[in-house]
């Protein structure tokens, strides 16, 4: 069986194993990112295509050709959230403009930027296996009908949610989370679509609940130009994506003779963040280690940081000779979680709640709630707080929701706390039971508080 050696193996060609790569190759080293898509459909993945602005990248591309190439609305500057039940709206500004960008040609941007940078790209390439031996080693995979071991000091997964990677290698004796199953992600659908007349609203992300703990997206690349779709979380009873979606279309107006442009579909993490997403010779970046916001389902920022730490602590640990030592690898989780990590773990605390509420009460509050303390909330923070005369006028909007709003209020106190906990973060995995002990804890407050079925 034919073999090729890199210094870093990259599995997945999207927005991690993209920055991953570019960053590996601009250190000098020898990099291979394996793309089970061909050349011309790398790039198109399912996505809802929102994101805060090429500032969240980090600058080991060139961020002003994403921005000129793939940056299709950057006039972002409210999200709005539909009550189901009476049409009514709620409107939240967002401190600073945002974007919706074409994701496939964000994509190709991305390899282009890769390419240029140094690295290889193999599309067409199906990883089968992982070669381990104690340590991984690299990765098994097919290619226009040939098998090649790709043999490396570092593979980097990148591969996506519920990459087969972790399947395949021996997780046992290290830290990897493995806590993982299907009742933790989001099934979800898209369209783009192109209207005949322009919205009024493409200066918003438009948001609405459904009926399984999910919501419908309208996110205008352009004011003709929408990438509409919707959610569920996988614990839920099933949900027709394509049907549910339609009919709301077909309920809306500015949608009368629409055509549909592209459609697509994927799962992805609504959870917490990997506890620790390394192993000996292995770092999984991205979806493939729940680095996604699992309010709002956005993993792209995040996704981009993750791909950019993994490569640099890549780098350090083949520098130093040390990449079958964990704890040589461990700064990478520490980066993570003391970053968006402790924001998505805290939101993740809502998605729990969530989970034993009901939808129509939750859309009662909802629309109770001052706008940014509900953009709090599913942003920026993954908490809140309220002065007084705020706290007073939400009462009164939420007179009939008292007991469950303040079970939600003690929520956002857990929260507050986890958040303290993933800022302390262990420095090495000796700490690592410890932490894991002291965060258990909060959860287990909040399954007691809420009635939720244990999520890990």
Known sequence: MPADSYDVVVVGG????????????????????LERKSAGEAGHIACGDAIKGK??????????????????????????????????????????????????????????????????IHYDTVVRDVVQNGAVEGVNATRKGSVTNYDA????????????????????????????????????????????????WDDALVFKPTEELGYLWYFPRTATEINVGLGFQM??????????????????????GATVKDKLGAALPTRRPYDSAVAPGLIAAGDAAGHVNPTTGGGIPGAAKAGYWAAQQAVEAIGEGTTDDEAAL???????????????????????????????????????LPGQQIADVLGAEGTTSMPLQLKLRTAIGSFGHWRTLYEMKRVNDRAAEL??????????PSGFPDWQARRDRILN????????????
């Open 14 to 33: 999207g927005t991690a194993g993209a920055f991953a790569a570019a960053t590996v190759a601009g250190e000098g080293l020898d990099v291979a990112v």
């Open 55 to 120: 500032s969240t990248f980090p600058d080991v591309i060139d961020r002003e050709y994403l921005r000129e190439e793939s940056f299709t609305n950057e006039n972002i500057l409210r999200a709005r959230f539909e009550n189901p039940r009476n049409d009514e709206t709620v409107d939240i500004p967002f401190a600073e403009s945002g974007a919706v960008v074409d994701r496939k040609r964000y994509g190709e941007v991305l390899l282009e930027e890769v390419e240029r940078a140094g690295a290889e």
């Open 153 to 200: 000091e570092v593979v980097i997964d990148a591969a996506g949610s519920l990459s087969i990677l972790q399947d395949k290698a021996d997780l046992s004796g290290a830290t990897f989370d493995t806590n993982v199953n299907y009742s933790q992600f989001c099934s979800a659908y898209r369209e783009v679509v192109e209207v005949e007349e322009p919205v009024d």
């Open 235 to 256: 614990n839920k009873s099933p949900m027709k994506l394509v049907e549910v979606l339609k009919q709301d279309l077909r309920n809306r107006a500015e949608f009368a």
């Open 330 to 368: 461990w700064e990478y989780n520490r980066k993570v979680q003391t970053d968006f990590g402790k924001r998505f773990a805290a939101m993740d605390l809502f998605n729990i709640w969530g989970s034993a509420t009901e939808v129509e009460e939750m859309v009662e509050i909802l629309t109770s």
């Open 419 to 428: 958040k303290d906990i993933y800022e302390a973060f262990p420095e090495s």
């Open 445 to 456: 407050d909040v399954y007691e508080l809420t009635g939720a079925e244990p999520k890990y």
